[in-house]
């Protein structure tokens, strides 16, 4: 599966962005998809990831009430809202996809090439 993250920009402390991953492939609903994050200097981070279904998600603590990650397996998508946005969030986002249910990103297969996101205070 082939992935392209978009969406990124910049935004000020407290707005909020929508982050959008779109999947090419019919096996879309295989796959758990997870949003991960990298600010520089510092490890890739687990951000939020999704069933196969969308019924089940998880969460990093540091995003937990504030983002939410939903699928769309009609449209091959899987979004990332992110409200109550802090200059922490500030990194490149990607999404991944994986075959099992997964936190760690060496568990994830596919990447899309991720998507700027600035928090400015």
């Known amino acids: 599966v082939q992935l392209q993250a978009y969406g990124g920009g910049l935004v000020q402390a407290g707005g909020s962005l929508r982050l959008s991953c779109a999947a090419s492939g019919r096996t879309f609903r295989s796959f758990v998809m997870g949003w991960f994050r990298q600010a520089p200097g510092k490890e890739r981070e687990f951000v939020a990831a999704?069933?196969?279904?969308?019924?089940?998600?998880t969460y990093a603590d540091s995003v937990k009430g504030r983002f939410t990650i939903s699928r769309d397996n009609a449209k091959n998508t899987v979004s990332l809202q992110m409200s109550s946005l802090k200059p922490e969030d500030t990194a490149v986002y990607y999404c991944a996809a994986t075959k099992t249910y997964a936190t760690r990103p060496s568990l994830y297969d596919y990447w899309g090439q991720g998507t700027l996101v600035t928090v400015s205070s």
């Open positions: 999704i069933s196969w279904s969308g019924d089940s998600t």
